[in-house]
């Protein structure tokens, strides 16, 4: 079931709700208001009655909401009530920092596969994945792999996205910063690390 | 001059259609409509206006927006009319790769110091950076530099964080997943690569 009506911006919110009703069930908790998770999640508590209105959850007065459901239901709407397995192509520093990377548990995402075009690379473990040439890309969907990391140099990205869809992905997390063109039936998320920067001086008070 | 009242999303967004109109203007563009902008950007062209307006930009009806005003207006607002320099904590396969990032120039922003622990990096040079030792922190505010980018492991980065406070800093972009404490005046921006990953599978058509 898809749930068409979620906007992007929601979508965009939900897995940091979800990231901290997480910890706060480890932390023994059970209900939550929205004003509580607003302080915890960084995101003001009118944002996110609204955005649990989209999962189906109004809470209840004087109680809050209920962790549990909340977790399952969020998890369902974004699929990730079942493990996913991604593959990083680029195994530089940006590739080995991402399979190093701690947090994916928590989505239950497992980096499966790596992949490089320098055959000094090729062969070698990283982070107890094997890295395997480029050209073995199309054998990713058949491997249960739905998701890509793109980690290569700019100039390269374009070629390793046609190669991926090729290979039946249909998703992308792209590290370049060069857009990327790809078939409306695959989405691609791009984390350009300077747009995050850039919104940081605003911030700053002057001197 | 702080503009208060621009929402915190609307600010997420004013890099992201910076980026665009730079990439506009270099093609020779000279004025743009919100639904031309909207393909570029890969936002709808009613949240642009609404965006927009924050920024005091109307746009003409059947002219669009200037560019050359409207860059230079949102680069006042986010305080990118100045150049700012940054410093990189923790030089692993993350903060190299941060380094080596390419996007950080249409911001104007400059790496201009990386730091580490380990005295087999001291000293060393990665992208043109000699790597200081992090006991040197506290000469980063007077150095010019005013934002910090924290590449170390979850479990180090509380106490760079409190180093970097100490040492004036007031912007930090996080890459830790921990989330760390900071005085009110002092502004950090996480980016967990994993909650970006985890809303891919809702846009991914089960097979």
Redesign the interface.
């Known amino acids: 079931m898809k749930y068409h009506r979620i906007p992007n911006?929601t979508?965009?919110r939900?897995?940091?709700y979800?990231?901290g009703l997480v910890v706060l069930s480890q932390q023994g908790v059970n209900n939550v208001s929205s004003s509580k998770l607003a302080d915890f999640v960084n995101i003001n508590a009118g944002q996110i009655r609204k955005d649990f209105s989209f999962v189906g959850d109004f809470g209840t007065r004087g109680v809050g909401y209920d962790i549990d459901w909340l977790t399952k239901q969020i998890k369902k709407?974004?699929?990730?009530d079942a493990e996913?397995r991604?593959a990083v192509i680029g195994v530089?520093?940006?590739g080995?920092?991402?399979m190093?990377?701690?947090?994916?548990r928590?989505?239950g995402?497992e980096i499966a596969a790596a992949f490089d075009s320098d055959p000094a690379k090729v062969g070698k473990k990283v982070k107890n994945v094997t890295v395997e040439d480029v050209s073995k890309l199309n054998s990713l969907a058949k491997r249960g792999v739905?998701?890509a990391?793109i980690a290569v140099p700019?100039e390269a990205a374009q070629n390793v996205a046609d190669a991926l869809v090729q290979a039946g992905i249909?998703?992308?997390?792209n590290f370049s910063?060069k857009r990327i063109t790809v078939p409306k039936?695959v989405?691609v998320?791009t984390?350009?690390?300077?747009?995050?920067?850039?919104?940081?001086?605003?911030?700053?008070?002057?001197s």
């Open positions: 911006e979508v965009r939900l897995p940091i979800l990231r709407i974004l699929r990730l996913h991604a530089g520093n940006l080995t920092a991402v190093a990377y701690p947090g994916f928590t989505y995402f739905d998701m990391i700019a249909k998703g992308i997390l910063p039936n989405k998320i984390i350009d690390i300077a747009t995050d920067l850039a919104r940081l001086p605003y911030y700053i008070p002057s």
